[in-house]
């Protein structure tokens, strides 16, 4: 109990995750955006200007380091654009909400072991100055070996899961640039034509 | 002019007393400096009757992977249209839409201190359009194919050109360097494809194209098509099967074994070893048109190289390995690692005596080449005593200067064809004869 109160006094651990996790899985924009309407997700504080008709990329998630999309809904969109643009949505989401919790769990349980550690060596977490101590790449070493074994099948999932969502929107990306590229095709056709 | 210049140094004059600000709640980040730097590098220009602000990109350094700093995602290129409102000068004066304010009060919910209007115009301006253009186009391809590691192979690959014990053809060889350099371009294209997650969680890969939005991976996975294809196609067609089909073999090889096992097992690293050792097998086909047994020696030095290089390198980047699931011997089996690091190093020294045996070299190459050879050995011994960072940074930064000099000084001891027809040499003799025959 003291244990885990001194973590979250001292390294500022991941209580903020938790909140964090809960307003960015939505990220990306709501599926039920009217179409033309401005753009907006949840949480992330940033609108893009009216008239861009293209997605936009933020900065990297602080937690996930994943770039979050605020993708671009078309007034006309064909139902293959929407298959598109919904996959893209839920990958993003997985993935998001996949490195988040891995990504805090990763320094959760690093400040576990250096405290831990630093115990065991009589040490306080932070020495006479008020710098936070730090174990060595050394000692650190036994850390990302068990913490790698650990995580390893939750890693092989998810590689499994990136690879189909991978190649499923990129397939789909093309199939929609084909369909594009026909449209485009027919008009010029038809404008020719008149 | 005047109206430019007004507007960029009302936005500078705004700008470092957010950063100020940001610093004293920053810790251990050097972003002042960073930030001030980023700035001088803004310039306006005119571009189409818009009057955009530019930033001049930051050249692409050599991976540093040791860089001990905590590297900031600065857009290396940023290009915003001056708003004629600025919206830090005007927060609330706006006619505030329900979006607006919501932004406002979730931007002051957030942990970032100082007045939400600042936090928000900041992040704001991090968000880019996903918009290609034209003009940045040859930077993002050059920086998805990795285009100094392709130079790097396809140097590799003329070295093995160039030690074939046949007259050299000019043309051959800029065929089979072409065909390497775009085989080698569409295998990293699709390595970053399949890797767009994992290089996000890592700080030595964060700032690569795919990973930055900067192209889509449609556009990835053509670009790579329309490399390998033409590629494989002229080492086939214009120099011949043999090295098209290894070049094919490799980019297999790389994108379908090396990339998916580096999150399986530790033997992505021998597999990795294979990949780098084929190029040079390439020029050697592509000069003679097969495999013989200096083809493989030379494939043999450049596998042995890969493992001081590698082991060296990832030793320092163990964390973002741990972290992003990438199974390497560095975490997993660390002393493994330093043995086989060494183990090669020797090996080093062994193959280069074998050359002069199978008759590439002269006998003065084991001599010449046995002080780096030495000199990387011993620090592939330290390495192995010490295993520090120390270490591994200094047996890195050899081992990239160690390749280019030890294929320097083997090509300079090359044995000419020349002497080998004089010692009657069966090789060398039979290319002079077959020479004098087809020649009108």
């Given at each position: 109990?003291?244990?885990?109160?001194?973590?979250r006094a001292?390294?500022?651990g991941?209580?903020?995750c938790?909140r964090?996790l809960?307003s960015s899985?939505s990220?990306?924009?709501s599926?039920?955006?009217?179409?033309?309407e401005?753009?907006e997700s949840?949480?992330?504080?940033?609108?893009?200007?009216?008239h861009?008709?293209?997605?936009?990329?933020?900065?990297p998630d602080?937690?996930?380091?994943?770039?979050?999309?605020?993708?671009?809904?078309?007034?006309?969109?064909s139902?293959?654009?929407?298959?598109?643009?919904e996959?893209?949505q839920?990958?993003?989401?997985?993935?998001?909400?996949?490195?988040a919790?891995h990504?805090c769990?990763?320094?959760?349980?690093?400040?576990?072991?250096?405290?831990?550690r630093?115990?065991a060596k009589?040490?306080?977490?932070?020495?006479?100055?008020g710098?936070?101590a730090?174990l060595n790449a050394?000692?650190?070493?036994?850390?990302?070996?068990?913490?790698?074994?650990k995580?390893?099948?939750?890693?092989?999932?998810y590689?499994?899961?990136?690879?189909?969502?991978?190649?499923t929107?990129t397939?789909?990306?093309?199939?929609?640039?084909?369909?594009r590229a026909?449209r485009?095709?027919?008009?010029?056709?038809?404008?020719?034509g008149? | 002019?005047l109206f430019?210049?007004?507007?960029?140094?009302t936005?500078?004059?705004?700008?470092?007393c957010?950063?100020?600000?940001?610093c004293r709640v920053?810790?251990?980040?050097?972003i002042?400096?960073?930030?001030?730097?980023f700035?001088k590098?803004?310039?306006?220009?005119?571009?189409n009757?818009d009057?955009?602000?530019r930033?001049?990109?930051?050249s692409d350094s050599v991976?540093?992977?040791?860089?001990e700093?905590q590297?900031?995602?600065?857009?290396k290129?940023?290009i915003h249209?001056?708003?004629?409102?600025?919206?830090?000068?005007?927060?609330?004066?706006?006619?505030?839409?329900?979006n607006e304010?919501?932004?406002?009060k979730?931007a002051?919910?957030?942990?970032?201190?100082?007045?939400p209007?600042?936090a928000?115009?900041?992040?704001?301006?991090q968000?880019?359009?996903?918009?290609?253009?034209?003009?940045?186009l040859p930077?993002?391809l050059a920086?998805?194919?990795k285009i100094?590691?392709t130079a790097?192979?396809?140097?590799?690959?003329?070295?093995?050109f160039?030690?074939?014990p046949?007259?050299?053809?000019?043309?051959?060889?800029l065929?089979?360097?072409?065909g390497?350099?775009?085989a080698?371009?569409?295998?990293?294209?699709?390595n970053?494809?399949?890797?767009?997650p994992?290089?996000s969680?890592?700080?030595?890969t964060?700032n690569r194209?795919?990973?930055?939005?900067?192209?889509?991976?449609l556009l990835?996975?053509?670009f790579?098509?329309?490399?390998g294809?033409?590629?494989?196609a002229l080492l086939?067609?214009?120099?011949n099967?043999?090295?098209?089909a290894l070049?094919?073999f490799?980019i297999?090889?790389?994108t379908?074994?090396?990339?998916?096992m580096?999150?399986?097992?530790?033997?992505?690293t021998w597999?990795g070893?294979?990949?780098?050792?084929?190029?040079?097998?390439?020029?050697?086909?592509?000069?003679t048109g097969?495999?013989?047994a200096?083809?493989?020696?030379?494939g043999?030095?450049l596998?042995?190289?890969?493992?001081?290089h590698?082991?060296?390198?990832?030793?320092?980047?163990?964390?973002?390995?741990s972290?992003?699931?990438?199974?390497?011997?560095s975490?997993?089996?660390?002393?493994l690692c330093r043995?086989?690091?060494?183990?090669?190093?020797?090996a080093?020294?062994?193959?280069?005596t074998?050359?002069?045996?199978?008759?590439?070299?002269?006998?003065t190459?084991?001599?010449i080449?046995?002080?780096?050879?030495l000199?990387?050995?011993?620090?592939g011994?330290?390495f192995y005593?010490d295993?520090?960072?120390?270490s591994?940074r200094?047996?890195?930064?050899?081992?990239?200067w160690?390749?280019?000099?030890?294929?320097l000084?083997?090509?300079?001891?090359?044995?000419s064809?020349?002497e080998k027809?004089?010692?009657?040499?069966?090789l060398?003799?039979?290319?002079?004869?077959?020479?004098?025959?087809?020649?009108?």
């Open positions: 109990m003291a244990a885990t109160r001194a973590l001292g390294g500022g991941c209580c903020c938790h964090r809960l899985s990220a990306g924009g599926p039920t955006a009217e179409r033309g401005r753009r949840a949480g992330l504080g940033f609108s893009p200007p009216a861009s008709r293209n997605d936009w990329i933020g900065p602080k937690h996930s380091n994943l770039r979050p999309v605020i993708f671009y809904v078309p007034p006309k969109e139902p293959l654009e929407r298959r598109l643009r996959a893209r839920e990958a993003q989401a997985c993935d998001q909400h996949f490195w919790r990504n769990a990763f320094r959760q349980e690093k400040e576990e072991f250096i405290y831990s630093l115990k009589g040490l306080e977490m932070r020495d006479e100055t710098q936070k730090t050394e000692e650190m070493a036994d850390f990302y070996k068990d913490f790698l074994s995580n390893f099948r939750k890693h092989m999932q590689n499994r899961d990136w690879y189909k969502r991978n190649f929107i397939f789909l990306m093309g199939q929609v640039a084909l369909a026909l485009w095709l027919r008009w010029k056709k038809k404008n020719v008149n | 002019g430019v210049w007004h507007l960029k140094n936005g500078i004059r705004q700008i470092p957010q950063f100020v600000h940001l920053a810790n251990d980040r050097l002042t400096f960073q930030y001030f730097n700035l590098r803004m310039y306006v220009t005119q571009y009757k009057l955009s602000q930033a001049k990109p930051k991976a540093s992977p040791f860089r700093l590297q900031l995602d600065q857009e290129k940023v249209k001056i708003r004629p409102i600025s919206p830090v000068h005007q927060p609330l004066s706006e006619t505030s839409s329900r304010l919501r932004e406002i979730s002051a919910e957030t942990e970032d201190s100082g007045p209007v600042r928000e115009s900041k992040e704001d301006r968000w880019k359009e996903m918009k290609l253009r034209l003009d940045d930077g993002i920086r998805l194919s100094k590691l790097l192979v396809v140097s590799t690959a003329s070295a093995g160039a030690m074939a046949v007259p050299f053809d000019l043309t051959c060889f065929l089979a360097s072409l390497t350099g775009l080698s371009c569409a295998a990293n294209s699709i970053q494809f399949f890797e767009v994992f290089d969680n890592m700080n030595r964060k194209p795919l990973v930055r939005g900067q192209i889509s991976p990835a996975v053509c790579a098509a329309s490399c294809v033409p590629g494989i086939t067609l214009g120099v099967p043999l090295t098209g070049g094919a490799n297999f090889l790389y379908c074994c090396y990339t998916p580096k999150r399986m097992s530790i033997a992505n597999v070893a294979v990949v780098g050792a084929i190029p040079p097998v390439m020029g050697w086909t592509a000069a097969s495999l013989d200096g083809a493989l020696l030379l043999g030095i596998y042995s190289w890969q493992f001081p590698f082991n060296a390198l990832s030793w320092g980047l163990r964390e973002d390995y972290r992003g699931g990438y199974c390497m011997m975490v997993t089996h660390p002393g043995r086989v690091a060494l183990r090669h190093c020797l080093l020294i062994g193959l280069s074998v050359a002069p045996v199978l008759d590439i070299t002269t006998w190459f084991p001599v080449s046995l002080p780096i050879n000199y990387i050995s011993y620090l011994f330290r005593r295993a520090d960072r120390s591994s200094k047996l890195f930064f050899c081992s990239l160690h390749l280019p000099m030890l294929l000084v083997m090509f300079t001891c090359k044995k064809l020349l027809e004089d010692k009657g040499d069966l060398g003799g039979n290319h002079g004869r077959a020479m004098e025959i087809t020649l009108p």
